[in-house]
Each structure stands twice: as C-alpha cells, then as structure tokens.
Nanobody, 122 residues
C-alpha cells in the first residue's frame, strides 16, 4: 500500500546541481526518518543523508556542505538538493522511509523507492 516514488535524477556536468524528490503515497499518518542512500557499481549501498521527523539531519562526510536534505511532512515528501556535483557522486540514489505509520498500524520495516540514476560526467 505504501509506495515511495522518486524523481529528479539525470545527467549533469561536474559542478552542476540536481534536486531529487521522493513522494510517499498510501494511507500514511506519519513517517519517522526519511533518508537518501546511493549505490555505485562495485560498492555497498551507503547512507547519503537522513532527516528525522523533528528535523535532525545527518550527512555522509563526502557530501557535507554540498547536499541538503529537507522534508515536507504535510505532503510526505523528502528532497535532496545536490550542489557542486562531482563524478564520484554518480550512483543510483534510493529514497528510504522508516518507520511508517499507516491506517493499518506501525510498519517498522524499511520502505524503499525504486532508485533514480544520477550521472555526473563531462
């Protein structure tokens, strides 16, 4: 019932910017932590940024000062503003939500989006 749909990925030149968005749909009452992960070929999926329901944020060292995560609780969306992009930012980016409270109760498992490709190349 709960779905996470991502948008905003694409190809951008080094130094450019992209804004990723993720919209959660379903009979959602609230979402605890929303996060963005990424995975590059040959690497493990890593946490890029996360934001709690109270607005507390956490960033990977590699993106600090360049990326900014935000959320709109009224719309159940989370965004990732990515500036000063580098080739090493190239990856599939995934939206994550945990936990999610729906009309059926509290879902403690992680919910994931389908992933959106970000390619930084000249």
């Amino acid at each position: 019932q709960v779905q996470l749909v991502e948008s905003g990925g694409g190809l951008v030149q080094p130094g450019g910017s992209l804004r990723l968005s993720c919209a959660a749909s379903g009979s959602i009452f609230s979402i605890g932590t929303l996060a963005w992960y990424r995975q590059s070929p040959g690497k493990q999926r890593e946490l890029v940024a996360r934001i709690t329901s109270g607005g507390n944020t956490n960033y990977a060292d590699s993106v600090k000062g360049r990326f900014a995560i935000s959320r709109d609780n009224a719309k159940n969306t989370v965004s990732l503003q990515m500036n000063s992009l580098k080739p090493e930012d190239t990856a599939v980016y995934y939206c994550n939500a945990h936990p999610v409270v729906t009309s059926a109760g509290i879902n403690s498992r992680d919910y994931w989006g389908q992933g959106t490709q970000v390619a930084v190349s000249s």
